[in-house]
């Protein structure tokens, strides 16, 4: 941390607002990490089966082995950046720096050489996804944990969190459109993806410049290295980041069975892949419908009552998903839509719910540990993603889908209706039953970090005061 932070803390001034600027370049670094996550995500399974010719069930295994792997990472990577200290911060050098070794592993990701017999295949399938999962820790941990640093305003991180989310919902739109037309012939599909990821590692990289150059971590935190057993008993005794990461990783397998299959959706249930730019426009116009609304929705319902509403929201659009006949594309548009007004809910609150939880877990022990909190929920996240992809491979594969790019029979394709709509609105519903028991409210939230504030005056004037903990637990 800087002299100048720290200073700023230590004073008491009020929490500053954040600027334009810095809402944009924030948002800017989502940007870069779905043009390399996202595609991924969207992308991998079909990748894999179509052009590679790897076996849906080979793939989902792959899939819930690395991303596990992937939220191991992020705990290494949030005690790595913890320990952090250097004249920009503990976290923007990682946003920056960190991005040059994702961005080339991007590429090597969807570039397997053609001429690699089928168990090299899928040994560099596992090496190189393992790879860029560790490589993606390293910025997306630090880029998760700038928003707890920037401010502890709760509107300015729900802000964030928005420009966030519009900026996530823009890129994968964008992604759709420059990759969907490919998909429905694989013949030409490799080298598209080698070009398109080569471009996506120029463009990501000025865009994480961009978010390098506009964030500044403002929020007071002691310079003295806490220890993981003190962290650790931060965590453990954190109950809303507990309940938070529970209900993640359910809404999370969701979000990312209904992403790994969506696709397939449009290519073998709608019977046009270019179909999938369709659905993913209304999909992500509700996120961003939602994400912009959220503010209003605060308001009226609060962040945990927002939360709720939008899992139900969400879990009726992928009702409808399933449930939309093949030869009215409209109606599984429709429902594409509601999915996205849920989500957009939910998935935005998850990163205000976390900054909060930084929050709580720095009054009730006197620890601040932004890196390991974001890590702690990021590894939920990954757990989700990975559970959810499995679950939507497995799923295909137990209906008898054929790698390929072929016709499919029809219990394929009733399969695909499943891992799209059924799965996610399971998962979801469990997701809205777990964050029933979140602890913290508005009121108490404000209250908390008044508290904190006090208590840093405190013991900069040479009267530390012990941490209070008959509040929320």
């Not at 002299?3 to 600027?19: H, I, K, M, Q, Y």
């Not at 012939?185 to 993806?193: M, P, Y």
Request: with cysteine; aromatic share 8%.
């Amino acid at each position: 941390m800087t002299n100048e932070t720290a200073s700023l803390g230590a004073r008491g001034d009020a929490p500053a607002r954040l600027r334009r600027a810095q809402y944009l370049g924030y948002a800017a670094g989502d940007v870069g990490n779905n043009l390399t996550f996202s595609l991924a995500a969207t992308f991998l399974l079909i990748y894999y089966t179509d052009v590679v010719g790897i076996a849906a069930a080979t793939a989902g295994t792959l899939f819930l082995v690395i991303r596990i792997w992937g939220g191991v990472t992020d705990l290494f990577a949030g005690r790595i950046v913890d320990s952090t200290s250097t004249r920009w911060g503990r976290f923007r050098p990682y946003v920056l720096f960190g991005s040059i070794p994702l961005l080339a592993l991007n590429v090597a990701l969807f570039t397997i050489p053609s001429g690699l017999s089928p168990g090299a295949k899928v040994t560099y399938a596992y090496v190189s996804y393992a790879l860029f999962s560790l490589a993606y820790s390293f910025v997306n941990i630090p880029y998760g944990s700038l928003s707890a640093a920037m401010t502890q305003l709760p509107e300015e991180r729900a802000k964030l969190s928005t420009a966030r989310m519009v900026a996530s919902s823009l890129t994968i739109l964008l992604i759709a459109v420059v990759v969907a037309p490919q998909i429905q012939s694989a013949d030409n599909l490799q080298r598209s993806l080698t070009a398109i990821t080569v471009a996506f590692g120029v463009i990501g990289f000025v865009l994480y410049l961009g978010t390098f150059a506009t964030s500044r971590e403002s929020v007071h935190r002691s310079t003295a290295k806490v220890s993981m057993g003190r962290t650790l008993a931060m965590m453990r005794h954190n109950r809303p980041l507990i309940v938070l990461c529970v209900s993640t990783l359910l809404c999370l397998a969701g979000m990312f069975s209904l992403q790994t299959v969506g696709v397939y959706y449009a290519r073998d249930v709608l019977s046009d892949a270019k179909l999938y730019i369709v659905l993913v426009v209304a999909q992500n116009v509700g996120m961003i419908v939602s994400a912009l609304a959220l503010p209003k929705v605060i308001d009226v319902l609060g962040k945990k009552g927002g939360f709720l509403a939008g899992g139900v929201v969400a879990a009726v659009g992928g009702v409808g998903l399933a449930l939309a006949p093949g030869a009215q594309p409209w109606l599984g548009t429709l429902a594409f839509a509601v999915l996205g007004v849920g989500l957009g809910i939910t998935n935005t609150l998850i990163f205000a719910f976390q900054a909060d939880t930084v929050d709580y877990g720095e009054w009730r022990s006197g620890v601040r540990a932004e890196g390991s909190s974001y890590a702690v929920l990021s590894f939920t996240r990954k757990a989700g993603q990975g559970v959810g992809g499995a679950l939507a491979a497995y799923t295909i594969g137990v209906g008898g889908y054929i790698s390929g790019g072929v016709s499919q029979t029809d219990a394929a394709v009733t399969s695909i209706r499943v891992a799209a709509g059924i799965v996610p609105a399971a998962l979801i519903i469990g997701a809205v039953l777990v964050m029933l028991a979140y602890p913290l409210t508005e009121k108490a939230f404000r209250a908390m970090v008044a508290e904190t504030a006090q208590r840093r005056a405190a013991e900069t004037n040479g009267t530390p005061a012990a941490a209070d903990t008959t509040g929320p637990q």
